[in-house]
């Protein structure tokens, strides 16, 4: 593709040069879409990513309707195989021990993502990887990592990065740090960063129903959260709430010690949690965000959890990291027409993407506040402003339409947090003229 290899020999590696307009480090949830969305737009784009393939593990996904739209636009929904999604439109959010306190339908947000989709791990993802290799003016390198910035009058112009003996300079016009939580693009920009791990992350698994789940269920509890998610055939996910640093004592307690954990917290799906036989069948995910004062330079921008990364309460991490690549992918053509790589134009991605990647940090961390509490009081709260969207149409779909990435100014003011915890009346509660005219 864009430019010949030129090999050069230094320290016995072999340095070889590439030239394109777009550099883009990691192909995650963000930098895959970016490299997928500007190879439409035909604009010449190299992807480094250090894994040596596309992944393989095991992680819960599901596509918010903002990810659906992104996927639509990309022309990959449709085509996603429909053995390994399911369509999700009822969550339940419960009580430890099986009280419903509130129910969420899908089905109230506009058409046509008026619904969730669970995939199987990695299919969209994968959907996406295979569009790029299909692309000509897109190159994906896997096993190549990032090393450094290449830099003029104080502007970066390319980037450096090792493929096994290889070592590369990438010549590019603007440079993409999509390299995640612990961005290495975000270090050698010297971005400060305020980075905070949550003490609580999520122990996930993947198990086989006796019969196929149709409907979510959440659990919440003193310091409990377990979730149950149905996938593509009899699957069904699992998130369950644990420490930081304590998958390893949990395994060492034992399968039957987890599950009794489980059927407490849900005891109608003892069946279902027999089906854990493997600790293959888990992982762990720890939880972290990213706060960073700027996501551009001279030169170079960061997308995804590099810049923002975000608690998984708000559901919307990955989502984000899509969004902000469609975004860049609508700027960047403008950028190369005008051959301005400045600081100045790329924070107009920045100035358009803040404000709903802001307000959602600040909900994942109230969401941890009130649903991770061990606090009886809080716990109270929680399960009291649960009870109340249940009832409250208009506050229930101010949240849907949140979590469905569908929003950027916060769900509730001052007023409507005093009516959601009891301490208001709500003369709107019923009026269902918000719902009809879908999220703003
Ligand atoms: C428990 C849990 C549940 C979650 N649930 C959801 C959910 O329901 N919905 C949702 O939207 N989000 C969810 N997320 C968040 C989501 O996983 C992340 O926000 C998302 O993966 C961020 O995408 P990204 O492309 O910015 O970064 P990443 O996906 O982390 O991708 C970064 C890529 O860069 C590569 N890389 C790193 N360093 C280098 C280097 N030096 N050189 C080359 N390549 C490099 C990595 O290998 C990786 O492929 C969840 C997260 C957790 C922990």
């Known amino acids: 593709m864009c430019s010949k290899w030129q090999g050069a020999s230094s320290k016995g590696l072999d340095v070889k040069s590439e030239e394109t307009d777009i550099a883009v480090v990691g192909a995650g949830g963000g930098g895959a879409v970016l490299a997928l969305a500007l190879a439409q737009k035909g604009i010449k784009t190299i992807v480094l990513e250090q894994a040596p393939g596309p992944p393989r593990g095991l992680r819960g996904e599901i596509l918010q309707p903002n990810g659906q739209r992104v996927l639509d636009q990309l022309g990959l929904l449709n085509k996603l195989p429909e053995d390994s999604t399911r369509t999700v439109s009822r969550f339940h959010f419960c009580k430890v021990g099986g009280e419903r306190l509130c129910t969420v339908d899908y089905g109230d947000l506009p058409a046509p993502y008026n619904r969730a989709v669970v995939t199987l791990p990695?299919?969209?993802h994968h959907a996406i990887l295979d569009a790029i290799q299909a692309q000509p003016s897109v190159a994906l390198w896997y096993g190549a990592t990032f090393t450094g910035l290449l830099r003029e009058n104080g502007r970066v112009v390319g980037l450096t990065a090792k493929k096994g003996t290889d070592e590369i300079t990438v010549k590019a016009k603007v440079v993409v740090g999509a390299d995640g939580a612990f961005s290495k693009v975000r270090e050698a920009l010297q971005i400060p960063v305020d980075r905070y791990f949550y003490p609580q992350g999520y122990l996930i698994a993947i198990?086989?129903?006796p019969a196929p789940i149709t409907e979510?269920?959440?659990?919440v509890g003193k310091r409990t959260i377990l979730g149950m998610f149905p996938a593509a055939g009899n699957k069904v996910y699992l998130f369950y709430m644990?420490?930081?640093g304590s998958y390893d004592r949990v395994k060492s307690k034992g399968?039957?010690?987890l599950q009794q954990a489980w059927t407490a917290i849900d005891p109608s799906n003892e069946t279902l949690f027999r089906g854990l036989t493997d600790w293959s069948q888990t992982a762990f995910m720890p939880t972290g965000r990213v706060r960073t004062p700027t996501w551009v330079a001279e030169g170079a921008v960061l997308i995804g959890d590099a810049a923002h990364a975000m608690n998984p309460h708000a559901s919307q991490g990955r989502m984000q990291a899509m969004v902000d690549a469609m975004a860049l992918a609508d700027l960047l053509p403008e950028c190369l027409a005008e051959h301005d790589y400045s600081a100045e134009k790329l924070k107009r991605?920045?100035?358009a993407r803040r404000p709903q990647v802001t307000m959602l940090q600040r909900l994942a961390d109230e969401q941890v506040l009130f649903w991770n509490t061990a606090n009886p009081a809080i716990g109270f709260?929680?399960?009291r402003v649960f009870r109340t969207l249940d009832r409250n149409a208009r506050l229930r779909y101010r949240v849907l339409s949140t979590t469905a990435g569908l929003r950027a100014s916060a769900p509730f003011n001052l007023a409507d947090r005093l009516m959601?915890?009891?301490?208001?009346?709500?003369?709107?509660a019923h009026a269902h003229d918000e719902v009809a005219r879908g999220a703003r």
């Open 242 to 244: 644990i420490d930081a």
């Open 381 to 383: 709260l929680r399960d």
């Open 207 to 209: 198990l086989d129903a």
């Open 255 to 257: 399968m039957p010690a």
């Open 420 to 428: 959601a915890a009891g301490f208001l009346p709500d003369p709107a």
């Open 349 to 351: 991605f920045e100035q």
């Open 216 to 219: 979510a269920k959440y659990f």
């Open 122 to 124: 990695n299919v969209a």
